[in-house]
């Protein structure tokens, strides 16, 4: 009973207050930006390039693939041998499985910490 309540209230009250917070826009100061045809580099925004000089996102990343790449392939390599249903001679997918997927992980976040260290300015 007291929920059949609550609903009545809420649906009584609701039309009165959504009325009430419905504001006019002012439009008489709006602008359409002529530039928004137009390419980046055109419009006078700066070029965002990847990677900055000062750190170490790409060693960071070369690092955390190939050891990733590595460790995926012995996990995967090793964890066939368990697999009962594959024969012996079919982990060469696995391994290769393991080595996308760990490289990746490694890239990601090899690139990411080696984001945070700054180069020292010699």
Sequence with gaps: MTRLAIMVTA????????SAQRLTPD????KAADTWLQPPAAAGAAVVKFGH???YRWEGALVGG?????FGVMLA????????????????????EGLLVGG???????????????KAKH
């Design 66 to 70: 190939i050891g990733f790449g590595v």
């Design 77 to 96: 390599n090793s964890l066939c041998g368990y697999d009962e249903t594959t024969p012996r001679h079919s982990c060469f997918l696995r391994a290769v």
């Design 27 to 30: 439009w008489s100061h709006y």
């Design 11 to 18: 649906a009584l009250v609701a039309p009165a207050a959504l």
């Design 53 to 55: 000089p000062d750190d």
């Design 104 to 118: 990746t992980v490694g890239v990601a976040g090899g690139g990411l910490i080696g984001g945070l260290i700054p």
